[in-house]
């Protein structure tokens, strides 16, 4: 869909996508002005995909056996794309003081807020609602503090205050379990277990701090479309609050559903994003999610996604199938790219419903 397109009485969205934007207050600037119809920009067409009542995302626990944590993380990455893990050495009082200094950075006054307002790709740091806002069919009842954590961290003073004493604190403490992850389904995938992080998947880092604010009509919009990830590997840390939603197969229907990853506490949401799936030759699954509207009359949903990349500043760096992963009954998939490749196209695409993955296959 075009932003430029004018529709009936002379509609033009493009201008009021650029109204809202010029705000700087992002969606909870609507809802602090107490809005009870959402803007036409935030409109999505209706879902035809049921939601299942009984499909489950697989818990594992990280203290068991090490064998039987590779069998389980190889049946959830093959499979669904994602799992949640316990017992994964990620303090509770770290969780909680993410998850609260994202809260207070969102819930601050504008002016704490605004001076971190930009789309402007070369800052560290950027607060914005909806990375695509100009490129996507319709945006997203969402804010995010972005922050471009590894391999070049910002300044303490590039943070914002409500996040500048935890951020990178946590960021650090979930690279050391993404890395266990990624040594994990190395070793699921046949491979050696430092395959993965050898190859740099756990290089480069962005901390993604959501604030999904009460939405008066969450039937007409969504917290985040549908999407799979552009990265590696991603860590999710969710509050209390449901919303999260994963596109899976009922067996029973089958059809495509989407199911709920309930908050299970002390846990972090592990999935396999787009250039694991490349790298893998399609063996693992990165699995298109998204998140519904906040239903809360009078709550915010907090979530914090750590996205683990290459390390961008190498931009020669190429990465096709695996060669191990690529036999004759399983030829590639896909071309060789480089991850700047990757993520350009992603980017100038949006969250529009199209897989980011199909552009890049072998014909």
């Keep these: 869909m075009s932003t ?16 809202f934007d010029d705000t700087k207050a992002g969606v909870k600037g609507l809802v ?6 959402i803007p036409p920009i935030f409109h999505h067409p209706p879902d035809s995909l049921a939601t299942s009542s009984t499909a489950t995302i697989p ?9 039987e944590v590779v069998g389980e993380v190889r049946a959830a ?13 990620v303090p509770a009082d770290l969780l909680a003081e993410m998850l609260a200094s994202v809260r207070r950075f969102h819930e601050s006054p504008a002016e704490a807020k605004t001076p971190h307002y930009t789309r402007d790709l070369a800052r560290k740091v950027r607060f914005n609602s909806n990375f695509d806002l100009f490129q996507s069919p319709a945006a997203n009842w969402r804010d995010t503090l972005f922050c ?6 910002p300044e303490p003073e590039e943070l914002p205050a409500a996040v500048r ?58 917290g985040t479309s549908r999407h799979s990830d552009p990265a590696f590997l991603t860590v999710l840390l969710q509050d209390d609050m449901a919303g999260l939603q994963v596109l899976v197969d009922d067996d029973g229907e089958k059809r495509a559903v989407w199911a709920d990853v309930p908050p299970v506490p002390g846990a972090l949401v592990i999935n396999v994003g787009d250039l694991l799936q490349l790298v893998s030759n399609g063996r693992l699954k990165s699995v298109e999610h998204r998140v519904v509207a906040n239903r809360s009359r009078d709550r915010a949903r907090i ?15 190429v990465y096709g ?19 700047e490749e990757f993520l350009s196209h992603y980017d100038g695409k949006g969250l529009d419903g199209r897989p980011a993955l199909d552009h890049f296959l072998l014909p």
């Design 165 to 222: 004493g935890v951020l990178l604190e946590y960021g650090d403490a979930v690279r050391q379990l993404a890395v266990r992850v990624l040594e994990l389904v190395s070793e699921a995938m046949g491979l050696a277990p430092d395959r993965l992080e050898k190859m740099g998947c756990a290089d480069g880092l962005s901390v993604v701090s959501n604030y999904y604010p009460p939405c008066p009509q969450p039937h007409l919009t969504l």
């Design 4 to 19: 430029t397109t004018k529709g009936t009485a002379g509609y033009d969205r493009r201008r009021e996508l650029q109204a």
């Design 59 to 67: 818990v594992i626990d990280l203290s068991g056996r090490r064998s």
């Design 77 to 89: 990455t093959e499979t669904v794309g994602f799992f949640q893990v316990v017992n994964h050495g």
């Design 32 to 37: 602090d002005a107490s809005v009870t119809t």
């Design 303 to 317: 979530s914090v996604a750590a996205f683990f990349n290459a390390d961008l500043r190498q931009t020669t760096a």
């Design 321 to 339: 199938p695996i060669e191990e992963q690529v036999t004759s009954s399983a030829p590639p998939l896909y071309r060789s790219i480089t991850v």
């Design 148 to 153: 471009q954590a590894l391999p070049d961290p």
